[in-house]
């Protein structure tokens, strides 16, 4: 993890909460998806499993990337893009996230 402020990779704070799940912080099941709320830039950082609400944490990115340093190769991920891998040391593959419509 950087060791100063400035070398901060991403356009979010460290500090910034994001979404995450109980196996991940646990260090049971790896970040297989990640994705960033096209309307604020939030951060999901998931198994890519479903889960139940129970299992949702709110921890710093920061946190995160000091649980997985691989998720620093996601600091240009814009809002509105999802990035996925097929396991931990797997190359991501990305795309936009389809816009979404009121009807």
């Known amino acids: 993890m950087p060791s100063e402020p400035r070398d901060w990779p991403f356009d979010s704070p460290p500090d910034v909460a994001c979404l995450t799940v ?11 998806m990640a994705s ?18 129970a299992e949702e944490m709110r921890v710093s990115l920061a946190s995160m990337i000091g649980r997985d340093p691989t998720l620093l190769q996601l600091a240009d991920l814009q809002p509105g893009w999802m990035a ?7 190359p991501w593959s990305r795309h936009a996230e389809a816009a979404q419509t009121d009807d």
């Open 84 to 90: 996925w891998r097929e396991h931990l040391g797997a």
């Open 22 to 32: 109980r196996s991940i912080v646990e260090g049971v099941k790896p970040v297989l």
């Open 36 to 53: 960033r709320d096209a309307n604020d830039g939030a951060w999901q950082l998931l198994t890519g499993d479903a889960f139940d609400a």
